[in-house]
């Protein structure tokens, strides 16, 4: 990490091959290796033999293509890419599970509808969106039904924004790290463009009663997860989505609509949305004690960490990456913060003793993954990534000793430290706890 | 239009039904009746009675629901959300085809990859992403071969693109207004989210050779699709685009790798790229010769436009949607430019009489979708629609008039102008030419 290499060196210290023809003979030396000299010693020599099939026509030229569909979906080549699921896929009844947004095959910010992380409590009902409704009561002035029809009709709004689960990276919770992809570990969390109408503006036509302070929320899955929310962060930047990158919500998601409170605990964001009752206080609800507090040395727990850490995870190299020669690598991974825009990410090669800004692909969206890239010269020797952000509001994501000293070991919410991959002498990498 | 309803006016012109309990009599009535005099003859009586269902737990919330899945696919009510094809899906061999965008469902700015448009001249290939390569010959120092594994290597960008085919919304070019879904007209345009590694470092590293002004681009399709590019486009922002929406490019949009030259019509962002030849000038192939050329009335034809020109479509209200009662609504649509920025959409009631400014959807990337959003009150008299992009060169879309009297009748490649839609007074709409 002394020096940050160009992408031009990165570029000539890949695998290209170059063929040994059209170019006299002393041009078809890698032209980077005398423009960056410290990384000569690690590139073949050039001059690799064309591979014929780059010059002959492949079989998929000869013979016409498949049709066009109503609805597309990935290469068959890309099955490997999936949503990994610690729990099994089938786990639902009486049941509860969730499957992982797999990172580590990733690129960019928005999360491929297809595989965004799933976290269910009892299954993903199958609402018939002509029949749902949306009820708003409690302390208003006029209790209000709205079914998909009449929502449709407000003003909309368009964001990219993250949902995390609170239970996101519990594996680096146990004593030993697990070695699982970027995704099994951080993969309960995903981007996506949500379209909706602010809660603000239903909740202004109800009419907010005096000693109106929380509301409830409750979902139309078998669990009724039903979830207490403060009335100020509804009246902020809270949304009824009904679309997700730009069609309607996935069942899997909350279709026909969710809760979206950006930048809190996911299970707040409840899903397949059915009523909605303003009260003066919390309601206490099973799905907010049983469960979502952290628990302290002391014996007390917190309850109520609503907005989730400043984040960032590398995820290339990551487990299940390797390394195969030594050289010039682009490291890259997603930063997040539930307090707004990440302000910067820093990114160490030897497990934090020194730190390099690496540059942050814009526009910078608040409370929504942003992806970061730096190049990296891998020496051969053993390495230990870190990844460390930093948000507008300041706040610095810290490091595992750090967070974990405020709770019991193996408190397993609202993880947000620091992750560390070991580079591995043989290019292999390992999750490990720095 | 003649003036701006608040987003709450708009709100309380929907079609909310109000629940006769919980509330004093006095407060039932709608409040926006008063703070909105001019709406208020357009209103329905408050006091809907309560629908049982929205008090009941419906049948979904007493059943576990459906299990969790490796990959996501939308609702099974969704299932009319498709792209429609004007020449079947299965027109194929020896064969040509689309499928378009449905816009007229859609919300936000980021297509769905299961609904990006198709154009394909030959099917779809089924390529093996690890027997596929990319050759980069011609007028460069060095001819390099670069598979999956050595692109993955080189340092990525991520933007957000649109993609539009030259002959997007040629059903208007037509003597008679089809009468067909936004989609229908328009849907051979979907913005992405795009990774991939910039074509300049590529050619850079195979060193442009003197002389080199043009590269000439070939798919591996069964068409062998072949364009000429303008090196100065290929070392602008030019990129071999790999992931799309944060996976890999889906196979209808050129997997594993295809060319994305931001702004510039589609055909010439070949897909399942394999060559790039770099030449002196440009190679008039097949596909830019019989195809894609502007004829004029004088007989001569305009080749090589390149750039896509500034547009934008109301997608609601559009054809097939239809206002139940007057009141209130929320026009929405998308506009996009190939030479930047979208800098205003004015929308107008009256057919281009008068004009209102809409506001637009920001972040405001370049080459991309951008939303617009603007109230609207229907008096329940036939009107209008229009809307009218312009981009930040200042770039204005045109009406049809002053478009199509450049070109012979029928001239249907590189239409942007502007998409008139007439509200009947039943409220249903229509496409109309203006």
Known sequence: ????????????????????????RDTRRRRFLTQSASVAGTLATAGVAANAAAQEVPAWMKTPGTPMRAYGTPSSHEKAVQRPSASGYATVSPGTGSSRTPHQSLEGTITPSGLHFERHHNGVPDIDPAKHELLIHGLVNRPL????????????????????????????????????????????????EWTGVPLSLLLNEAGIAPGAQWIVAEG????????????TKCMDDAMIALYQNGERVRPEQGYPMRLLLPGWEGN???????RIKVTDGPTHTKDETSKYTDLQ?????????????????????????????????EITGIAWSGAGRIAKVEISADGGKSWQDAPLQGPIYAKSFTRFRLPWEWNGAAAVLQSRATDEKGNVQPTRAAFTSQYV?????????????????DGSISNVYA
């Open 409 to 425: 070991a193996g408190m397993n919410y609202h993880n947000h430290y620091i992750q560390t991959w070991g580079v591995n002498a």
């Open 297 to 329: 040395p002391d014996g007390k727990a917190r309850q109520f960490t609503f907005e989730l850490g400043v984040k960032s995870v590398i995820t290339f190299p990551s487990f299940g990456h390797k390394l195969d020669r030594r050289g010039l690598y």
């Open 1 to 24: 990490m002394s020096k940050k290499p160009s992408p031009q060196a990165i570029a000539a210290a890949s695998e290209t091959r170059v063929l040994p023809t059209d170019a006299p």
């Open 268 to 274: 707040m964001n409840v899903k397949w949305l059915r």
């Open 220 to 231: 139309a899955d078998a669990a009724a997860m039903t979830r207490s929310v403060p009335l």
């Open 145 to 192: 039904v709205f079914n998909l029809a009449a929502l449709s009709r407000y003003p909309m709004v368009s964001r990219n924004h993250f949902v995390e689960c609170a239970g996101n990276s519990s594996p680096n919770a146990g004593p030993k790290p697990p070695q699982i992809t970027a995704g099994g570990i951080h993969g309960l969390a995903s981007t996506s």
